[in-house]
T-cell receptor, first 114, second 111 residues
Framework: DAGVTQSPTHLIKTRGQHVTLRCSPI?????VSWYQQVLGQGPQFIFQ???????GRGNFPDRFSARQFPNYSSELNVNALLLGDSALYLC?????????????FGQGTRLTVV | SQQGEEDPQALSIQEGENATMNCSYK?????LQWYRQNSGRGLVHLIL?????REKHSGRLRVTLDTSKKSSSLLITASRAADTASYFC???????????FGDGTTLTVKP
């Protein structure tokens, strides 16, 4: 079985641009969560979606948005990129809502904003 | 300070020794999970321990949870060089739909 897949693996953007990151959960998993991990720190929670509805949101500005599609894949969108948005963006999927069962992480998308 | 803070920040041991990492948190939780991360790659789930459990084992891993002290520990016995990684605890509040990670413990196991 394929694990959680994220695309692209690496991305370089310019300040002010927009970016879309994609995540495909493990087959049968209905919950997808997004995290931002800055170098040297732990992952910071951004969003959680379960059954296509937003179930949790972290302390991120409105420039960050996400959605979940009928096939449970998900997109994370970031507008008006800032240098500080440079990070590893991680997607995690789980069968149930976040935390009820173990979460499986993808390898992440390394975003560099220049 | 953050929910889910790991202690120590860095740990260096010899192969074959045991490694103990601690995690403290502040608010109520439904469960607590430990993860491993190699060199900025994706996180690998190690163990989930629920708030009504006190101890859990998985191979060379042993996790304890003390909800009265709001703390957890991860013990890796008979460490190997391959255990070199960063280890994170994540506290989970299912009502809020989120997991909160600390900044991790960086473990180095010297061969």
């Amino acid at each position: 079985d394929a694990g959680v897949t994220q695309s692209p693996t690496h991305l370089i953007k310019t300040r002010g641009q927009h970016v879309t990151l994609r995540c495909s959960p493990i087959s049968g998993h209905k919950s997808v969560s997004w995290y931002q991990q800055v170098l040297g720190q732990g992952p910071q929670f951004i969003f959680q979606y379960y059954e296509k509805e937003e179930r949790g949101r972290g302390n991120f500005p409105d420039r960050f948005s996400a959605r979940q599609f009928p096939n449970y894949s998900s997109e994370l969108n970031v507008n008006a990129l800032l240098l500080g948005d440079s990070a590893l963006y991680l997607c995690a999927s789980s069968q149930l809502g976040a935390g009820n069962t173990e979460a499986f992480f993808g390898q992440g998308t390394r975003l560099t904003v220049v | 300070s953050q929910q889910g803070e790991e202690d120590p920040q860095a740990l260096s041991i010899q192969e074959g020794e045991n490694a103990t990492m601690n995690c403290s948190y502040k608010t109520s939780i439904n469960n607590l999970q430990w993860y491993r991360q190699n060199s900025g790659r994706g996180l690998v789930h190690l163990i989930l321990i629920r708030s009504n459990e006190r101890e859990k084992h998985s191979g060379r891993l042993r996790v304890t949870l003390d909800t009265s002290k709001k703390s957890s520990s991860l013990l890796i016995t008979a460490s190997r060089a391959a255990d070199t990684a960063s280890y994170f605890c994540a506290t989970v509040n299912t009502n809020a739909g989120k997991s909160t990670f600390g900044d991790g413990t960086t473990l180095t196991v010297k061969p």
